[in-house]
């Protein structure tokens, strides 16, 4: 039951958290990064699965309008991860992940988790100032704000996931690694990510032609784990994961794609 309330945990919301990492420049550096990867509106619908049993739904969504948080004007994401009506007879999941990330630096300013777990609830809103590179926490059971030291331009679970999209592999090569690293429970934890190839995978009775990933978690880290762990995402410019796969010690979980709605681009990468 520990082990599969974990990794519940890890890939209902794997679409959301998966790629939870972020993106350090210098400590003064302005930056504006290229967003072509998605646009408000967008929506995608992931079935958490062991096997043939559906153990819940993970959602992403851009909302369709901007909203002004400090001053400036933001993307609304929201996520959310669900158990499915039989696996909540045993163990109930019902999270939700919002963040309202800055549209022309695609940092957060702002980040919100609320955990519904079988009997465990709790709540977090987490504010970031990347200039004075401050993160201001406050959390279910504990009446004071916590401040910590975070590199600047840090990125939160939620937003991380956006602005990995905007990364490209055109170039990458077998072996490369990336460093990333994220802001989630009270730390900044460390990230690499090994670029593994290119596949054609069949998700959901649908062809795509992807790219590879291996996030190569550190014990200690974000995520505790008993096996490998892999993405593969779209290759095309849109770059959503199309399945995310997680190790037991007998078989393995997965994330995969179900829908896509409102996407920037035409999904070139889907193989009719």
């Not at 892999?230 to 997965?254: A, C, H, M, T």
């Amino acid at each position: 039951m520990t082990a599969m309330k974990i990794k519940f945990y890890l890939l209902a919301l794997g679409a959301v958290a998966l790629l939870s990492f972020g993106f350090t420049n210098g400590p003064e550096k302005k930056r504006n990064v290229k967003n072509d990867a998605f646009d408000f509106g967008e929506s995608l619908e992931y079935r958490v699965h062991y096997g043939a049993v559906t153990a819940g739904i993970a959602r992403l969504e851009v909302q369709k309008k901007p909203v002004t948080v400090n001053g400036r004007e933001c993307y609304h994401m929201v996520g959310k991860g669900i158990s499915s009506k039989s696996f909540s007879l045993f163990y109930r999941v019902n999270d939700r992940y919002e963040t309202f990330v800055d549209k022309e630096h695609l940092v957060p300013h702002k980040f919100k988790r609320r955990i519904e777990e079988g009997s465990f609830k709790a709540y977090t809103e987490v504010k970031f100032d990347h200039q004075k590179k401050k993160a201001y926490e406050r959390r279910t059971g504990h009446p004071d704000i916590a401040t910590y030291d975070v590199p600047q331009y840090i990125q939160d679970a939620m937003s991380a996931f956006y602005f990995a999209r905007t990364q490209d592999y055109t170039n990458a090569k077998v072996g490369d690694i990336t460093h990333f690293e994220n802001f989630i429970d009270q730390a900044v934890h460390d990230l690499d990510v090994k670029f593994l190839g290119r596949e054609v995978l069949e998700v959901e009775g649908k062809k795509y032609n992807t790219v590879k990933l291996q996030p190569l978690l550190k014990e200690g880290g974000i995520f505790r784990h008993e096996g490998d762990f892999f993405l593969w995402i779209s290759d095309d410019k849109n770059r959503i994961p199309v399945r995310v796969e997680s190790g037991l010690v007998i078989g393995s979980i997965q994330v995969d794609l179900k829908s896509a709605k409102g996407l920037r681009h035409p999904m070139s990468s889907r193989i009719d």
